[in-house]
């Protein structure tokens, strides 16, 4: 494995720079200044939303760049390089389909912030981890920002509960399990694969200049765009296939061991 040609990082979020308890941990902050250093750029990854994201990573956020919400917006600072939202046509129609399912809970996911029902004070106090910034609304099809994402969650599992009944809509839309209990539905060029080849092309990175870490299955697109692509050990199945290495697991500094190689 040779690393002498990397200058790009990407890494998602939950379940692969975050630990369980969903912290960056110091050890990573200090390899990302030496990484800094040899002018290897480090960009953010995630299903999260920008806010959620720079407040986990505040003490470098200025300087990173940050693809949130799946790929359907990326931003540096207070600039925004790709938006794309889902037609409110097809809000509604994903509000039809999953409203009359038991104990799912749909997040419309706007640049700023996200609007939520207010029917659940336990899924409430969950999303507070995921969303720095959200709104409670009496009804969702009133929304009329821009969405860029509807993530679903359910308490036991999204795979199970939430995935079969919302299948039919690939093709014309993005469908990703992207958590044990969440199920992201976009645009369908809005995904990572589909923002980081933006952000390589951008700025001139070839395969083998970009090192990409994952764990689920909203990873799978980006994580094919580099020869040097990771697998958490904690990673979906589907991961571990695609992935051509895989490292240690999220609480045993998968992605900080392997950037210690590479420095």
């Known amino acids: 494995m040779d690393l002498s040609q990397i200058k790009m990082v990407v890494s998602d979020m939950d379940g692969t720079l975050l630990n369980s308890k969903h912290e960056v941990s110091p ?9 800094k250093k040899k002018n290897i750029a480090f960009v953010a990854a995630s299903g999260r939303q920008y806010h959620s994201m720079v407040d986990k990573l505040d ?25 794309i939202p889902i037609s409110i046509s097809e809000v509604h129609r994903i509000l039809d389909t999953v409203r009359p399912l038991e104990n799912v809970h749909p997040v419309l996911c706007s640049q700023n912030t996200a609007y939520v029902g207010g029917d659940s004070n336990e899924f409430l106090d969950m999303l507070r981890e995921y969303y720095s910034e959200f709104q409670i609304v009496e009804d969702q099809k009133q929304v009329v920002d821009d969405v860029l994402k509807i993530a679903i969650y359910h308490f036991e599992s999204s795979e199970e509960h939430i995935y079969p009944h919302v299948k039919h809509l690939e093709g014309e839309l993005k469908v990703k399990v992207s958590g044990a209990n969440w199920v992201d539905i976009s645009d369908l060029n809005a995904h990572k694969g589909y923002a980081l080849k933006k952000v390589m092309d951008e700025f001139q990175i070839a395969p083998n200049e970009i090192m990409v870490f994952g764990d689920y299955n909203n990873d799978l697109e980006m994580l094919e765009l580099s020869d040097y692509s990771f697998a958490m050990a904690n990673a979906h199945p589907n991961v571990l296939k695609i992935a051509k290495y895989t490292t240690h697991s999220n609480d045993d500094f998968g992605v900080e061991r392997i950037l210690e190689k590479l420095l």
């Not at 050890?27 to 990484?35: G, N, P, V």
């Not at 799946?70 to 790709?82: D, P, S, V, Y």
């Open 27 to 35: 050890r990573f902050l200090e390899i990302y200044h030496e990484l």
């Open 59 to 83: 003490s470098i956020k200025n300087e990173i760049l940050v693809i949130a919400e799946n790929g359907a917006l990326i931003r540096k600072q207070e600039k925004t390089l790709l938006s």
